[in-house]
């Protein structure tokens, strides 16, 4: 599969640096640094039939996740967890169509797998950790 993760950009400043070195947070002014992609490249390529048959889980759009090599994704299974519509609760706070998403199902039973396997995943790749 391709990635089409092209450079990191600051919230903030809007600097740009390489997606293909390790960076904590934006050198000029330290805030956080986000990960972005050719998504017009990717929306030509990431059709629902190309999706349909890969696994059940968040690494199935690895095209549009921060890791450039298939062999570097390190996981448990993340993501992919139900979305709920809850009626009550959507009349008791006055929306008429409000999903919660149980992210309880996750093998971690936390919303922080799907960042820490990324996290991970990318300091494999970039040679920052021992996984084999």
Do not use: Q
Request: proline letters at 5%.
């Amino acid at each position: 599969m391709k990635s089409y993760l092209t450079h990191l950009e600051c919230t903030y400043c809007h600097i740009t640096c390489s997606a293909d070195e390790p960076h904590r947070t934006c050198a000029e002014c330290s805030k956080v640094l986000y990960p972005r992609y050719d998504l017009r490249a990717a929306s030509a390529d990431l059709t629902p039939d190309e999706l349909r048959g890969r696994p059940a889980d968040m690494w199935r759009y690895f095209e549009v996740m921060p890791v450039r090599d298939e062999a570097n994704i390190v996981t448990l299974g993340e993501g992919f967890t139900p979305i709920f519509k809850t009626d009550r609760l959507g009349r008791d706070v006055g929306c008429t169509s409000l999903y919660m998403k149980d992210e309880g199902l996750n093998p971690t039973a936390s919303f922080k797998a799907r960042g820490l396997s990324a996290a991970v995943s990318k300091a494999k790749e970039l040679g920052l950790t021992r996984l084999a």
